[in-house]
């Protein structure tokens, strides 16, 4: 099973940029896909971007382009590069496997003011 702490999250403006991490422990991170998820206030938690273990990337329309994943094997780590950001990106932004498993970690906040 694969434990997760994610950090980075912050308050920056609309039109800035964060950078997500997610260290992870447990021997099978590199043998998984791993996904960056989101979940806003009221709302559902979403798949934001996801990442297989051999670097293929895909995205949700909402962050195509403006958000990038990425993954360190060696160094269990995934991360989420989002530049561009806007109003509607403020959400508590979680990382897991995907599917996802059981086991959530804290998340990382992750507030764009207009």
């Known amino acids: 099973q694969v434990q997760l702490v994610e950090s980075g999250g912050g308050l920056v403006q609309a039109g800035g940029s964060l950078r997500l991490s997610c260290a992870a422990s447990?021997?099978?991170?590199?043998?998984?896909?791993m996904g960056w998820y989101r979940q806003a206030p009221g709302k559902q938690r979403e798949l934001v971007a996801a990442?297989?273990?051999?670097?293929?990337?895909n995205y949700a329309n909402s962050v195509k382009g403006r958000f990038t994943i990425s993954r360190d094997n060696a160094e269990n780590t995934l991360y989420l590069q989002m530049n561009s950001l806007k109003p509607e990106d403020t959400a508590v932004y979680y990382c897991?496997?995907?599917?996802?498993?059981?086991?959530w970690g804290q998340g990382t906040q992750v507030t764009v003011s207009s």
């Open positions: 990442i297989t273990r051999g670097g293929v990337r």
């Open positions: 897991n496997t995907w599917p996802p498993g059981d086991y």
């Open positions: 447990g021997s099978s991170f590199s043998d998984n896909t």
